[in-house]
Structures are given as structure tokens and as C-alpha cells.
């Protein structure tokens, strides 16, 4: 079971550059990485997803170093509506099994004015 | 954009009681999952499916839970004689059935056994 530690919570100013870093000690050759940002009463929702090295899209960035034991996920220019909880997932049901997904307690991020 | 939608977004029961909740997922998303979701915790895995095929059910999981995805497509999840532990957020996810794929959630169903 690739279990996952993550910073209980953060707080960061508007406009400032959030990294998060996720450790998975135990992830196994095939596992991606994948982050999900949740709101309170919403479901999770995707932000990224990545194997190693780096991956960027629209809002965020991945960077994963070359012993893939944790992973950090980098918000540029944060906003208010950033507040939210952030998990990291490791491995995905086809690959590891289902019962080996382990999303933790994420990191509260509090993103003041 | 038609996401994961869930059904209801709220249920109060009676401890005891027989509650389920119904999940439709993205349109031609092989892959089904439920989790559970309690109070500043990350979601817990409940069951997985691919197409009709139930693949795997937690290992922790009660046999008061069932879940059924009868011709692939929509799923149910009914939990049985209702305790007060069952008070959480049911979540419902979906995902492409090929390759490794991130998860698309619904926005779940609040359980609240009284």
C-alpha cells in the first residue's frame, strides 16, 4: 500500500507561489502520481497527474525527482478561491488495485488576503 | 458537460433503516468507484467496478454494503440495517476504462443517521 504523507495544513498569502510536497516512500514502479483539489461539499477534482521528471497544465505544476518518493505540487500566483484541501494520490486501481488507494488526510490550504 | 452525478444529495434516516443512493457516471466511463467520506478525512475506497463486473470491494468493508452496476452504466449503493457510524459523504467517481486515467467525482450524497 503506497500511503502518502502530506502537510496537515498551509497558509499563503494572495499571489504567492504554493508548494505542497506529498512523500510516498513506497510507491511502486508502475504507480503515477495524481493530485485532486477538494472544496467543501463538492466532490475531489483533478488537477494533475504525472510519472516523473515534471508535468505542467493550465493550473499547476507537478515536479517528481528521479526516487519518485514524494512529489510536489506547485500553485503559481494563488488566489482566495485556492482554499481548499489538496490530496495526493499514488497508483490507480488497474495497476495496483483498487483497495491500495490511499488518498490520506491531504493539506488544508488557507490562502489569505 | 455532463459529470458524475449522484442521487441524493442529502438523506436523513433513522438508525436501522435501509438507505440507497444512486450514482450515473460520466457517459461511456467503463470504470465506477465509491468512497466514503467522513469529517477531515481523505476519501475511503468502498467498491470498484469495471463495466457491469464488481472487481473489488474494501477489504474493511461491511457486508451491510452492496453496490450493483447492473448493465454498466449507472450504479447503486445501498447499506443495510443503518448504523451511526454510516454517517458520511458517499462519493461516486468514474474513469476512462483504458490506461491510467484520473478519476471523475460527483459531488456525493450526506448520510446522516439519526
Known amino acids: 500500500l503506497a500511503k502518502t504523507t502530506q502537510p496537515i495544513s498551509m497558509d499563503s498569502y494572495e499571489g504567492q507561489e504554493v508548494n505542497i510536497t506529498c512523500s510516498h516512500n513506497?510507491?511502486?514502479?508502475?504507480?503515477?502520481i495524481t493530485w485532486y483539489q477538494q472544496f467543501p461539499s463538492q466532490g475531489p477534482r483533478f488537477i494533475i497527474q504525472?510519472?516523473?521528471t515534471k508535468v505542467t497544465n493550465e493550473v499547476a505544476s507537478l515536479f517528481i525527482p528521479a526516487d519518485r518518493k514524494s512529489s510536489t505540487l506547485s500553485l503559481p500566483r494563488v488566489s482566495l478561491s485556492d482554499t481548499a484541501v489538496y490530496y495526493c494520490?499514488?497508483?490507480?486501481?488497474?495497476?495496483?488495485?483498487?483497495?491500495?488507494?490511499?488518498f490520506g488526510t491531504g493539506t488544508r490550504l488557507t490562502v489569505i488576503p | 458537460d455532463t459529470g458524475v452525478s449522484q442521487d441524493p444529495r442529502h438523506k436523513i434516516t433513522k438508525r436501522g433503516q435501509n438507505v440507497t443512493f444512486r450514482c450515473d457516471p460520466i457517459?461511456?466511463?467503463?470504470?465506477l468507484y465509491w468512497y466514503r467520506q467522513t469529517l477531515g478525512q481523505g476519501p475511503e475506497f468502498l467498491t470498484y467496478?469495471?463495466?457491469?463486473?464488481?472487481?473489488?470491494k474494501s477489504r474493511l468493508l461491511s457486508d451491510r454494503f452492496s453496490a450493483e452496476r447492473p448493465k454498466g452504466s449507472f450504479s447503486t449503493l445501498e447499506i443495510q440495517r443503518t448504523e451511526q457510524g454510516d454517517s458520511a459523504m458517499y462519493l461516486c467517481?468514474?474513469?476512462?476504462?483504458?490506461?491510467?486515467?484520473?478519476?471523475?467525482f460527483g459531488d456525493g450524497t450526506r448520510l446522516s443517521i439519526l
Open positions: 467517481a468514474s474513469s476512462p476504462g483504458t490506461g491510467i486515467q484520473p478519476q471523475h
Open positions: 513506497n510507491i511502486a514502479t508502475n504507480d503515477y
Open positions: 504525472g510519472y516523473k
Open positions: 494520490l499514488v497508483g490507480d486501481a488497474s495497476q495496483t488495485g483498487a483497495n491500495n488507494l490511499f
Open positions: 457517459s461511456e466511463h467503463n470504470r
Open positions: 467496478f469495471q463495466n457491469e463486473a464488481q472487481l473489488e
